[in-house]
């Protein structure tokens, strides 16, 4: 019988223990930052039927979606995103009180070409409230983003943000329709992957005239430094009056949450791809790394939850790309890597003190250290050699001269020194 290749499907990883030690770190920062600003855990299926995803989210989305029938001929296909399903909870589990902070780090799925940086299976650590109005509430979402990059230790980044309403309204005063609207929001969004002269190409694709098409551009690209700026453009397109409204509200809260103004700025050329959105949005980009594309973005998305029952319910949130984000900071080497969980390596020296090693390994296990008991007794050599290969920091020596002294000796692996103490003294000498 012919052996089976060992190989996984493109755009798909395995991720070997220095990695996956690394990515658990970071998410444990992130969880913990997401619980202290109040937001509790949510988990949703990976299937869901086909015509929850695709509500809203189709078109270019369409294309990106893992969809099958399963064996009770059910459509059904993988989440490609978090936001969805979360709409979808919050019509069918009324009694969910608001305002609603949840977040959810999960795995999603998306049919997507793989690029440096951009997998098919991919985590996003989303955060989101629903039910609040209030621009504060889109506040709160960039001020924990700019937390969670804080706590992640990452100190060079940009949150560039928009309102979705600026930029529907501007199109509409140039004539386009709802439908217009909508295909010009995501050739725009193409503009940094593209190149403008492709944007203009796309929009003429969608019948908008040359002029028309280098008005949107022109708009995109202007500068806005600060809210001042802002409103001299409102007054060459009063139809713009809402979105800025709210971006002033928004700009109030924000100022207070993040001091340092040069971490946020308005960009009129963002847009976001998803359709839902209908207000604010925004992405966080690494400074020093931009060919990495957006690491977090989100924004309002105040009808979505409206597809599912009969009732909108506003909603603004974000989500961290993990895996494009850990590629980044990998390339950066800002990534700490390590071999092992494991702090003590208790060695197996003689057959007969098995019973010792065992109650050793036990008792220190209950004192919240991280212990690895080597299973044979082989050379000590070999046994500290594994130790050091697996970065383990220290390696425990006892056999029946150390247990007839009630001592052991503690090998620092890292310094490559050894001491020896009472064995009684050994629970403490940790804890140090």
Known sequence: MDKIEPK???????????????????????????????????????????EILLGKGAGETEKLIYRFKDKGGRDISLRYDLTVPLARVMAQYKEIKKPFKRYQISPVWRAENPQKGRYREFYQCD?????????????????????????????????RINNRKIISSFLKSLGLNEKENTLTLRVIDKLEKIGEEEVIKELLKIDLDQEKAKKILSFMKTEIKD??????????????????????????????????????????SLARGFDYYTSTIFEVYLTDLKNFGSI??????????GLFSQQDLPAVGFTIGLDRLFAALEE????????????????????ELLNDYLKMTKDLRNEGLNVFFYFESVKLGK??????????????????????????????????????????ELKNYFKI
């Not at 609040?132 to 940009?158: C, G, P, Q, R």
């Not at 977090?296 to 939850?305: F, K, M, N």
């Not at 950066?332 to 057959?351: C, D, G, H, M, W």
Request: glycine share 4%.
């Open 383 to 424: 046994q500290l050699k594994f130790a050091a290969e697996s970065e383990i920091n220290y390696a425990l020596i006892y056999g029946s001269q150390e247990k007839e002294k009630q001592e052991i000796i503690v090998r620092d692996i890292l310094k490559n020194q050894q001491e020896t103490i009472k064995f009684d």
């Open 8 to 50: 996984t499907l493109k755009g798909f990883r395995d991720f070997l223990p220095e990695e996956q030690i690394a990515r658990q770190k970071m998410i444990e920062i992130i969880r913990k930052t997401y619980e202290n600003f109040g937001f509790v855990p949510l988990e949703t299926p990976a299937l869901e039927y086909s």
């Open 332 to 351: 950066s080497k800002l990534i700490k890597k390590q071999k092992s969980t494991a702090k003590i390596l208790i060695t197996f020296l003689e057959k």
């Open 296 to 305: 977090a973005g989100g924004g309002r998305y105040d009808r979505l939850v």
């Open 227 to 268: 809210l001042d700026d802002l409103k001299k453009i409102e007054d060459e397109y009063p139809k713009i009056t809402e979105g800025v409204s709210e971006m002033r509200e928004l700009f109030k809260a924000v100022s207070i949450f993040i001091p340092d103004k040069n971490k946020y700025q308005i960009d009129l």
């Open 127 to 159: 955060a989101d409230i629903v039910g609040v109005n209030s621009m504060l509430a889109d506040a709160e979402i960039i001020s924990l983003i700019y937390e969670t990059l804080n706590n992640l230790d990452i100190k060079k980044f940009l949150i």
